[in-house]
């Protein structure tokens, strides 16, 4: 049975950093794209970061472009998402997902597993 389970959030100031990490099992890691979504109150989920199945691209949403990276560890099974210099706008809860497919693709529809997600707030 596929499972995910995300952790690491919580609270922190602004231009504090968070590490993320998504923890699956019942699936071989290095066989998906992983990728971290997040959804704020009243606003649509959207795509943060991705890293492909064997870890070999990543792509990042413009707006964590240079801030957030991601990264895996197959033989953990285990994705992370460090998060560096957060603005109070990334306030959201953040959730991992799995793609079953090799390549990267920040589309919702794109995924067909997910985590049940760990709030982060950037608050002073």
């Known amino acids: 049975q596929l499972r995910i389970v995300e952790s690491g959030g919580g609270l922190v100031q602004p231009g504090g950093s968070l590490r993320l990490s998504c923890v699956v099992s019942g699936f071989a890691l290095n066989n998906y794209a992983m990728a971290w979504f997040r959804q704020a109150p009243g606003q649509e989920r959207e795509g943060v970061a991705c890293?492909?199945?064997?870890?070999?691209?990543?792509y990042f949403a413009d707006s964590v472009k240079g801030r957030f990276t991601i990264s895996r560890d197959n033989a953990k099974n285990t994705v992370y998402l460090q998060m560096n210099s957060l603005k109070p706008e990334d306030t959201a809860v953040y959730y991992c997902?799995?793609?079953?497919?090799?390549?990267?693709?920040?589309?919702?529809?794109?995924?067909?597993?997910w985590g049940q997600g760990t709030q982060v707030t950037v608050s002073s």
């Open positions: 890293t492909s199945a064997q870890d070999t691209s990543t």
């Open positions: 997902a799995a793609r079953t497919y090799l390549w990267c693709s920040l589309n919702v529809r794109d995924f067909n597993s």
